[in-house]
Nanobody, 115 residues
Framework: QVQLVESGGGSVQPGGSLRLSCTSS????????MGWYRQAPGNKREMVAR???????QYADSVKGRFTISRDNVKNTLYLQMNGLMPEDTGLYFC?????????WGQGIQVTVSS
């Protein structure tokens, strides 16, 4: 089974930046669908950024132009670069990797943006 470990979260001031990392226990080179989701207090989990191999990326309207999803197949790591952070970006962020046989989630990592 696949295990995902997230890191890079924390607390920053508005306008700051963070880079989230998600390291997989198995190779991600052949995984065709992976992304980041978040859950703000009182809200449902929502898609933040998603990539489909051979096609492209998708971003939530609220993060377009500020967030960038990428991956390193050698390190088996998925990244989310977050710039220009705002208080409404606060929430628990989850890494997700999809395979035909399983849909795997990370444990979640906290991002807090406040003055």
């Amino acid at each position: 089974q696949v295990q995902l470990v997230e890191s890079g979260g924390g607390s920053v001031q508005p306008g700051g930046s963070l880079r989230l990392s998600c390291t997989s226990s198995t190779t991600i080179a052949s995984i065709i669908d992976m992304g980041w989701y978040r859950q703000a207090p009182g809200n449902k989990r929502e898609m933040v950024a998603r990539g489909v191999s051979g096609h492209g990326t998708q971003y939530a309207d609220s993060v377009k132009g500020r967030f960038t999803i990428s991956r390193d197949n050698v390190k088996n790591t998925l990244y989310l670069q977050m710039n220009g952070l705002m208080p409404e970006d606060t929430g628990l962020y989850f890494c997700n990797l999809w395979q035909p046989e399983a849909n795997t989630w990370g444990q979640g990592i906290q991002v807090t943006v406040s003055s």
